[in-house]
């Protein structure tokens, strides 16, 4: 019997590539691992970076209730009864109160203002207060009696004439330099004309209120640092009132 020598059969094609498609899934599977590691990470940064916020948040709010807690302790004392705090808002009620057409305030209204308003100032320079303090807004208001540009005037008059009066070094009970050089350095002042005015007692819309400002949650600054603290201002003191008196 004659045998013949058996052929070895050549590798299938699938067999001869099965190396490479197991390379190749090997390297897509490292490839989702990595994927699923970034994606991993990214989210973890995320999940820091929007809990850093909601805390910055809570915290902030924390101090501003504190800060108006304080302020609302101050206008609870016998000596400043009249004077309510309203949300973020002073009302002096009839303390800061303007005659018809008038941009000037009664003598007893000015002295009131110049003792209250170091003990305000006082409270703004509490941490719960500074960190978070953008401004203090001076609102001027008329009764709707004439044109509204001409109250839009008389109301910006009015709250002008609030800062001449805690800018006036030479009263008597004048604020400390100190005192006046926070008033430059936060006070603004606006004038509402008779938009917030009140129809029945028109009296009572011949007004200025305070308004307290507060910074958002980001950026935010410590009480002292660099960042908080307002640029130098030149120093003059103030003794005239440029807002005519009518």
Known sequence: MLL????????RHDEAEKPFWISFSD????LMVLFLVAMAVALLGMTQSLRQLDQSRQGRQQAIETCLADVQALTARPAFAGVRLRGSTLDFGPLAEFGKNGNVLAPERERFLRALMPQVLEVTRTPSCQNWLKRLVVEGYASPEGSYLYNLNLSLERSQRFLCVLLDASARDALSRAD?????ELFLVGGASFNAAILSQPE???RIELRLEFKDAQPRCEAG???CTP???PWDDDTQC???KR
Do not use: E, F, I
């Not at 013949?4 to 590798?11: D, W």
């Open 27 to 30: 390297l897509m599977t490292a």
């Open 180 to 184: 006046r050089q926070a008033v430059r």
């Open 225 to 227: 640092s660099a960042a």
């Open 242 to 244: 440029p807002v005519a």
């Open 231 to 233: 640029p130098t201002m």
């Open 4 to 11: 013949t020598p058996s052929r070895r059969r050549p590798p």
């Open 204 to 206: 009572k819309s011949r």
